[in-house]
């Protein structure tokens, strides 16, 4: 075997850091949302023109939350701490579609509920079934916000795309299950 001289492997070594330390464009750079600042502000907007959703704005200012849009493909998953919220949208999605604006009720609901002791996330140390149990509310609770904003917004202010993104969503039959229990409770 052939061993390299200790200058062969300086040589290959800063090759090897120069290509690594090559300018990518910022969009290749950037994990953030192009429209990061536009797409909070919309969302924000459309959830300040409900009760529900005004709660979670003012539950927002209180604790003083960051809130991130990520740069992401076809799903807007998110996913929440304690002290953030963070979204996903694909850069090809229009930036005042509703369904961002449900998925960041979630995401902001998902937050709120860390500081909730019924709702918040158990270690899997406590015990499997306890954790699951647990996520399962916390899905539930998640999902009874969402369809209550979608409600206001669909129902209350004459803005059906909400629900036909809630549709789009595959929890259209929620907000009429909202709306029966209303009307019924």
């Not at 052939?2 to 950037?30: I, Y």
Request: with cysteine.
């Amino acid at each position: 075997m052939l061993e390299k001289s200790a200058e062969d492997k300086v040589n290959l070594f800063t090759k090897l850091n120069g290509f690594l330390k090559k300018e990518k464009p910022p969009e290749k750079r950037m994990i953030r949302h192009p429209q990061e600042r536009e797409i909070i502000n919309i969302a924000l907007a459309n959830l300040s023109h409900c009760d529900m959703g005004r709660a979670l704005l003012s539950f927002i200012d209180e604790h003083h939350l960051d809130i991130t849009v990520l740069r992401g493909r076809k799903n807007r998953d998110y996913a929440s701490s304690k002290n953030a919220v963070f979204i996903s949208v694909g850069t090809n999605m229009d930036i005042s579609d509703p369904e961002i604006t449900i998925h960041m009720a979630g995401a902001i609901r998902e937050t709120m509920q860390e500081y909730d002791q019924r709702l918040r996330r158990l270690s899997v140390d406590n015990s499997e079934n306890a954790y699951v149990l647990r996520e399962e509310q916390k899905h539930e609770d998640k999902l009874f916000w969402q369809t209550g904003i979608v409600y206001e917004m669909g129902r209350l202010h004459d803005h059906s795309e909400y629900i036909d993104a809630f549709m789009l969503m595959g929890y259209g039959a929620l907000v009429d299950a909202y709306e029966r229990d209303l009307n019924h409770g």
